[in-house]
């Protein structure tokens, strides 16, 4: 047998429920070039019948598949399934799919929350199957990576929550900040509010400023704190400010903590917690990380500071919206659940 259509009819078969997004695109772009798995379903509403390769040049040569309607496909065929869709989409869709065997990563916020009506007052509808709240796992693997390898249902963290989350849990975790006194100030480039026709997101209404928004309560807030008090013990305090800036992709956070034990070793604490994480990168202290450095790449950088070496302590995170906080996140994910090496696929340097 032709040892290249061995390899290729071995290949798992993967499908994504919208693929024209931006992390539905980032996705395409992370799986075409994994060892393990072959592209077998990609829906499309509004391109349905299109090549994708016409639609995203970049993939010609490398992908011959045409999106599908989603009202019309079957997903039967698939061992693991993205859904790359708006809020409120894939929980219609995931009991069946988990009834047939298929394992799930929603890249929304359908199963962030394991209150039903936490999540509906956040989200403005009902949950269409709050039995699988309890079930879902919450997939910001430094966290939570053995019950995500026996998961068949992974709720992938939104982009905010897994800079603020990876840059205050190891303080939590060691007790040496008060968790009552927390403040995340984070900035998010403008593919972070999806690919949608708006007019305040166009690059005209968007260049040349910069804007807080949904200052008095954003719906990341919970599903961060929520996720803080479960693995830390501790009652979180928060205050969240999300802002927009006039660029395309990345996340900077700026996080403050109140130090409760000033004499803590914080660079330890930090290289400690992250020592065998393949996508952290602790900086010396004192660093400045740029978005332009994880740019394409699934890696998160932190370094730490202590200005006029006082109370505060100040926490630097630059992610890659797109990659660590969605698409490079979940099939980092998708490695663990389909029992591949955590990194395959996300070996790539920041552009």
Known sequence: MNMEFEM???????????????????????????????????????????????????????????????????????DLVFFATPNGTAMQQVPALLDQGIKVIDLAADFRLRDAGLWSQWYAMEHACPELLAEAVYGLTEVNREAIRKARLVANPGCYPTAVSLGFLPLLEAGVVNSQGLIADVISGTSGAGRKLTASLLHAEVSESISAYSASGHRHQPEIVSFLETVSGRSIGLTFVPHMAPMIRGIHATLYAPLTEPDADIQAIFEQRFDSEPFVDVMPPGSHPRTQSVRGANTCRIPWHRPGNGETLVVLVAEDNLVKGAAGQAVQNMNLMLGFDEAAGLGGIGF
Do not use: M, W
């Open 8 to 78: 290729e009819h071995n290949k798992l078969r993967i499908g994504i429920v919208g693929g024209t997004g931006y992390s539905g695109a980032e996705l395409l772009r992370i799986l075409i070039a994994h060892p393990g798995v072959q592209l077998d379903v990609v829906t499309s509403r509004g391109e349905a019948g299109q090549l994708i390769a016409d639609f995203f040049p970049a993939f010609r040569g490398l992908l011959d598949l045409s999106f599908s309607d989603p009202a019309q496909v079957d997903l039967g065929g698939c």
